[in-house]
């Protein structure tokens, strides 16, 4: 069974700065099956990245997706009020789904 | 436009049973795999369950396997999950998610509450 580990636990940063969080998978993953999502207090997860790279529709282009193998990164180039959130990586394999632990991103 | 709306959610005793509920619009349920996932109070997202798009091949996690039964009702559009010798540790929020790989459609949640 595949285990997502996410980096940092917590990420405190200003608006504006750039965040990058980190996904890694124990064993090589197809990028096809690695997603990314955003969860807000009180709301259901929203899709952001899936592919690993491709953005789902309706997210801005400060959201990227990137990496290959067993490492993964999402980046937000420049922290707008509304990105601090929950985040979540998502493997989808043997026919079930596996979460990462999140990142949190706060505001510092 | 897609809904899922989950129902069903509740406070049941150690042991007791429950049937959540996911309806569906805005698309053919037949023509997609289905899934539920739970958020425990304060912890991060688990996968419990999925289901084919014909309800013929179903999938659990190791936590709800043997207790858990998730099918669905595409006549009328809607998927559920049984949830039977309910456990503590099975006190979350249930969202149904459409799609087999990844889901851009999560319903709002239902809580489940287990305690006596």
């Known amino acids: 069974e595949i285990v997502l580990t996410q980096s940092p636990g917590t990420l405190s940063l200003s608006p504006g700065e750039r965040a990058t969080l980190s996904c890694r998978a124990s064993q090589t993953i197809s990028s096809s099956y690695l997603a990314w999502y955003q969860q807000k207090p009180g709301q259901a997860p929203r899709l952001l990245i899936y592919g690993a790279s491709s953005r789902a529709t309706g997210i801005p282009d400060r959201f990227s997706g990137s990496g290959s193998g067993t490492d993964f990164t999402l980046t937000i180039s420049r922290l707008e009020p509304e990105d601090f959130a929950v985040y979540y990586c998502?493997?989808?394999?043997?026919?079930?789904?596996?979460f990462g632990q999140g990142t949190k991103v706060e505001i510092k | 436009e897609v809904h899922l709306v989950e129902s069903g959610g509740g406070l049941v005793q150690p042991g007791g049973s429950l049937r959540l509920s996911c309806a569906a619009s805005g698309f053919t349920l037949s023509s997609y795999a289905m899934n539920w996932v739970r958020q425990a109070p304060g912890k991060g997202l688990e996968w419990v369950s999925a289901?084919?798009?014909?309800?013929?091949?179903?999938y659990y996690a190791d936590s709800v396997k043997g207790r858990f039964t998730i099918s669905r009702d595409n006549s009328k559009n809607t998927l559920y999950l049984q949830m039977n010798s309910l456990r503590a540790e099975d006190t979350a929020v249930y969202y149904c998610?459409?799609?087999?790989?990844?889901?851009?459609?999560w319903g709002q949640g239902t809580p489940v509450a287990v305690s006596s």
């Open positions: 998610a459409k799609d087999r790989v990844f889901s851009r459609y």
């Open positions: 289901i084919s798009g014909s309800g013929v091949i179903t």
């Open positions: 998502q493997h989808f394999g043997s026919s079930l789904w596996t």
